[in-house]
């Protein structure tokens, strides 16, 4: 049972505005991605966001917090100079976006150089994309994501599957081309599943996952399935309940492990069969958690200080795991308790 989107009245004036200002965005990034001269063009005037061996680089803002460095190409092309670096790396700066301003944003890793100097000169720090994660600000999380598994791509990407020759990309990074053979970018479709009981939800922990932190349960489509039959598989695979019911919430693109397409969704179980037999070999642990467990834990500052005593705490809430969990606490104190509508 899949939801249906919903759509929200909007004033002719207003629909006009939004979407000439989407049109007009979505039509600029086309042309960059099919005309290589256009997208040379917008990389001497764009934003680069920079990466060293897939770590994104962060700086300070004003109030102490950390945000993704949006640097002008040419200031970078100026360090690039300073730090002696081959001129022709900032070619291989691949498209991710652009602003509302049609000013062209792309990223670039410069894992050949000194992670120090590179550092010093930006002012700056390179930092693990799943600590990252931790720290950003929801806007800036899906350009950041996005760059990562861009960069990864062309990284892993370099030779042709089927010739076994060197594979060339098109100025914006958005294909690799060997001879008459394109290939594009990739994401593994994997469903990530809230499951409630009527009256509690149920999450599940990994033993790489940081410590206290507890998430819906989720897992790769196999070859062949529908999303309906990836949910059910992977509930009872990993703690033994059979789903009575779900829905679709929203999707998510999603860096880890190698680029994974997010399905979110709702499910319940009836209130009867809710003993969870843990498989411990896809899991270290999942338990059933109350709304005023859920409640406190949405509110629990991540990530915990070092030292801290070991607590609950959820994803940060720029994943999709937080906003299923967000939805059903909702739902809950507006008491609709099966969390499936």
């Known amino acids: 049972m899949l939801r249906s ?35 040379a063009a917008a990389l001497q005037d764009g934003l680069i966001f920079l990466f060293h061996r897939l770590s994104p680089l962060l700086q300070r803002t004003n109030r102490g917090t950390l945000r993704a460095a949006a640097v002008p190409s040419s200031d970078v092309h100026l360090i690039l100079q300073r730090l002696n670096s081959d001129a022709s790396l900032l070619k291989e700066s691949v498209l991710i976006g ?13 894992g050949e150089l000194n992670q120090a100097a590179v550092e010093e000169e930006f002012g700056g720090t390179f930092i693990d994309l799943r600590k990252a994660f931790l720290i950003l600000a929801g806007a800036e999380v899906p350009l950041v994501a996005k760059g990562q598994a861009l960069l990864r791509w062309h990284q ?10 060197l594979t060339h990309r098109n100025q914006a990074g958005s294909q690799r081309v060997c001879n008459s053979i394109i290939y594009y970018p990739k994401m593994s479709p994997v469903v990530i599943v809230l499951v409630s009981d009527g009256r509690r939800c149920l999450l599940g922990r990994q033993s790489s996952f940081p410590r ?31 789903v009575q019911s779900f829905s679709y919430s929203s999707s998510q693109h999603w860096p880890f492990p190698h ?3 997010m399905l979110g969704c709702h499910a319940s179980v009836r209130p009867t069969h809710t003993q969870l037999s843990v498989d411990h070999s896809e899991l270290e642990d999942a338990r059933w958690f109350s709304l005023e467990e859920i409640t406190a834990a949405l509110h629990v500052k991540i990530p915990p ?10 994803p940060p809430k720029h994943a999709i795991a937080n906003r299923l969990i967000t939805e059903w606490m909702e739902r809950q104190q507006l008491g609709n308790g099966e969390g499936t509508s």
């Open 5 to 39: 989107l919903r759509i929200f009245p909007a004033t002719k004036c207003q629909l006009t505005r939004c979407c000439s200002g989407f049109v007009s965005r979505m039509r600029y990034l086309n042309r960059l991605k099919e005309d290589d001269a256009a997208c």
């Open 98 to 110: 652009c602003s509302e301003q049609n000013q062209a944003q792309f990223c670039l890793d410069v």
């Open 156 to 165: 892993t990407s370099r030779f042709c599957s089927a010739t076994g020759e």
């Open 212 to 242: 206290g932190m507890y998430s819906a349960l989720a897992g790769f489509c196999d070859m062949g399935e529908t999303l309906e039959e990836t949910l059910c598989r992977e509930v009872a695979e990993e703690v033994g309940l059979e």
């Open 259 to 261: 680029s994974s397409f």
């Open 305 to 314: 200080r070092r030292g801290d005593p070991p607590f609950f705490w959820l």
